[in-house]
Structures are given as structure tokens and as C-alpha cells.
């Protein structure tokens, strides 16, 4: 399971960067980040031009300049905060603190979601006034990048949709096996531990994994003392 991969591993492990390219997560951050560079790119390289009656540059979208300015801003925080998730996903491995590793985990989804929401008011915003552009000869020529803006814009949506519905599967990976860490040795201190099961001898060679939000347990007590004979 990706997220069980994402999550596993001891605090302070070294990371393959290998396989972290490989991870789902990183592949849909990585081609978020080129949409969203495609999109305010082709709206800053061509995206204002001039008509026959003005020299002035003005949007191609309807001459409408919070329509370019709406694109620009969102495409460009978009990448700035790919860029950020991805130092986060990184370095995710060595973030001791459980409660650090949720908010990660929770501010990831919360921006995910959020911006799916503004890629596809983005879309619309921009396919509208596209839409009501009269033609011209600046139309024309700006006219590929203005789809191409509108097109990858919608990517966008699908993209950042993806990207939530992973961090909401980390999440819910995370709760469900700090639960299952806590609720795995009695309460009562009375009751004994389990013991180990019993098996062929042959230790095994597997490395410990723990859960997204799961600490190492201290295996050695405090207040022991070596009684003096």
C-alpha cells in the first residue's frame, strides 16, 4: 500500500531517492508542478496582446485582466507549493514528533483540497471569458495559448484531486494504526504481556516499520535497579 509505504519506516531512516520518485504521491506533485508552469507560462509569454485599435497589450481573455492575473497567481503558488510539499515528503521520515507528522499530513490535505477547488474556478473563469472573446487578430494569435491555459487547467483539477484523496488515505492510515498501537498491549498492569509466538528459531532479518503517526516505544524501563546482593 502506498501509504503504508509513505508512513513506514524508523524516524531518521535513510531514504532511496529511488523509490521516492516512484511513489505515486511524488509523480502527481511533480506533474502538478509542470501544469501549473504551463498554465501562468503561457499566460504571461502570450496571453496579452494588442488589437488594431490600441497598441496597449491587454488580456486575450476578453481583455478581462483579472482573468490572466487570476491564472498567473494561481499557477504560480501552485508550483511554489509543490515545490514545498515536496522538501515535506522528503524529509517526512525524519520528523520525530507524532503530532508534527499529523499536522504535515493535515495541511497537505487541507491544500490539496483547497486548490482543487481553485484550479476548477480557475477553469471556468478562464473557459467563460474565452468564450466571450470577440475575434481579432490578437485572438489569433494568442489564441493557443489561451487554450492551452484553459486545458491544463482542468488537468489541474484532476491532478490536485488525486493528490487529496492520498493525503486523506495517509491520514486515515495513520489514525488507524496509531489506535491499533495504543490498543495493543492491556491496559491493566496487572495482566502480562503476550508472549512472543513461537516460530522456526531463525530471527527475522525484516526492519521495524512504524505507521505514520506511531512513536518508538521505549523499550528500556525507567527506575529499574540492580538489587545488591
Known amino acids: 500500500m502506498e501509504g503504508a509505504s509513505f508512513g513506514a519506516g ?15 504521491q511524488t509523480v502527481l506533485r511533480l506533474i502538478s508542478a509542470i501544469f501549473s508552469i504551463i498554465v501562468f507560462g503561457s499566460i504571461i509569454n502570450e496571453g496579452y496582446v494588442n488589437n488594431e485599435k490600441s497598441p496597449i497589450l491587454k488580456c486575450v481573455y476578453n481583455g ?15 508550483f511554489l507549493a509543490c515545490s514545498f510539499f515536496l522538501v515535506v515528503d522528503l524529509y517526512f521520515q525524519q520528523i520525530s514528533s ?3 507528522r499529523k499536522r504535515a499530513v493535515l495541511l ?8 482543487s477547488f481553485l484550479w476548477f474556478v480557475a477553469f471556468c473563469f478562464l473557459a467563460n471569458q474565452w468564450q466571450r472573446t470577440p475575434p481579432s487578430k490578437g485572438a489569433t494569435q494568442g489564441g493557443d495559448a489561451a487554450r492551452a491555459a484553459i486545458a491544463f487547467s ?11 484523496v492520498k493525503a486523506l488515505q495517509r491520514y486515515r492510515l495513520g489514525t488507524d494504526m496509531s489506535l491499533f498501537a495504543t490498543d495493543q498491549f492491556p491496559t491493566d498492569p496487572n495482566v502480562g504481556y503476550p508472549g512472543y509466538p513461537t516460530g522456526s528459531g531463525v530471527e527475522s532479518t525484516e526492519t521495524y516499520q512504524s505507521p505514520p503517526f506511531t512513536e518508538t516505544l521505549d523499550t528500556s524501563p525507567k527506575g529499574y535497579q540492580v538489587p545488591a546482593y
Request: glycine share 14%; with cysteine; aromatic share 16%.
Open 10 to 24: 524508523r524516524a531518521g531512516g535513510a531514504l532511496d531517492p529511488a523509490e521516492f520518485l516512484k511513489r505515486p
Open 64 to 78: 478581462n485582466e483579472g482573468a490572466c492575473n487570476y491564472g498567473i497567481a494561481i499557477g504560480i503558488i501552485a
Open 98 to 100: 507524532v503530532k508534527d
Open 108 to 115: 497537505d490535505l487541507g491544500f490539496s483540497g483547497f486548490w
Open 154 to 164: 482542468f488537468f489541474s483539477i484532476l491532478s490536485w484531486v488525486a493528490l487529496t
